[in-house]
């Protein structure tokens, strides 16, 4: 069983991006900018912004987190977008999900300028990916496909099972996999809360991806001997017997699957990392396309 570690292949991709950078800057021009906006406090989104900030440090990027407090308005938070698109100094817009619930994520994501969009959530982005032209894919999804090829795991001709179906993750994951591209190239069932038999697909499945949220959801019984096994999920659970008074839990029941599988990613420690590895690419792609 190989062990899917996203610290190596994180840092590998990281490498690559600092040597870019410092290119960049021994001919007099600025590093890649991204920008970051975090509405509240949730301590999830905290985690993961300041994580985002760190990375873009260690690369040379540079950063700009910009704070908005719970209640901020929608129409604000849209003028702080506006003003980031038009900022010819900054290559890259995130802002972090979810959001409260007085606004609308769909108006947010659509907001952003198609040419900044490093999260690859605008529907813009979403329409190139289905039909196979060059656009910003999901940080997630871009992780999970740069994961592959650092592990060198073949994929051709084989049967994925993507549990999930979200704009996020699942179905990027389900069109990246089935598409006629390096580590793609696999017939894709995509399944979902409403898939009857769930385990009798993902006992098809050579490449399973689980994306769905419920921790420890998939155990021994659903898995093909063998199989390539990718653990979307990042869940808090409660443990007041943990440091922090939680514990991080994936889709997967590691303990029980991992002897049975080729390869699997951990968690935390897998595709958590690689996501923030594609963001990080999205992001030099988004410079280059500016200043090219």
């Known amino acids: 069983m190989t062990l899917l570690d996203g610290k190596i292949a994180s840092q590998a991709i990281k490498e690559q991006l600092k040597t870019a950078t410092q290119a960049i800057i021994s001919n007099g021009k600025r590093p890649p900018h991204l920008a970051a906006i975090l ?16 990375n873009c440090e260690e690369t040379g990027f540079l950063s700009t987190l910009i704070r908005l407090p719970a209640d901020v308005t929608e129409s604000d938070l849209l003028e702080k977008i506006s003003h980031l698109n038009s900022d010819s100094g ?29 999260d690859g959530f605008h529907p813009i982005s979403a329409g190139k990916l289905v039909q ?19 592990f060198q795991l073949s994929t051709k001709g084989k049967h994925a099972v993507v549990i999930g179906r979200s704009n996020i ?5 389900s069109i990246l996999l089935s598409s006629n591209i390096p580590f793609g190239n696999c017939t894709v069932t995509l399944c979902h809360s409403h898939t009857p038999d769930l385990a009798a ?22 898995i ?21 008074g939680f514990r991080i839990k994936g889709d997967v029941a590691f303990q029980e ?17 690689m996501t923030i590895a594609g963001l990080l690419k999205n992001t030099l792609q988004a410079y280059q396309n500016h200043t090219s």
């Open 39 to 54: 509405v509240g406090n949730d301590g999830a989104s905290e985690t993961y912004v300041a994580s985002k900030v760190k």
């Open 224 to 244: 093909k001997p063998g199989a390539i096994v990718i653990d979307v999920g990042i869940t808090r659970v409660a443990d007041p017997s943990a440091k922090k």
């Open 201 to 222: 697909i993902t006992r098809q499945a050579d490449i399973l991806v689980a994306a769905l949220g419920k921790p420890e959801f998939v155990t021994a019984d659903m």
């Open 90 to 118: 900054v290559d890259g817009i995130l802002v972090q999900l979810p959001l409260p619930r007085h606004i609308r994520e769909s108006v947010i994501i659509q907001a952003i300028n198609p040419d900044k969009d490093v």
């Open 132 to 150: 196979g032209l060059p656009t910003f894919i999901p940080a997630t999804p871009y992780g999970i496909l740069l994961m592959l090829e650092h």
């Open 257 to 273: 699957v991992a002897p049975l599988c080729e390869a699997i990613t951990p968690v935390p420690g897998g595709v958590g990392l």
């Open 169 to 173: 993750v699942g179905r990027p994951m």
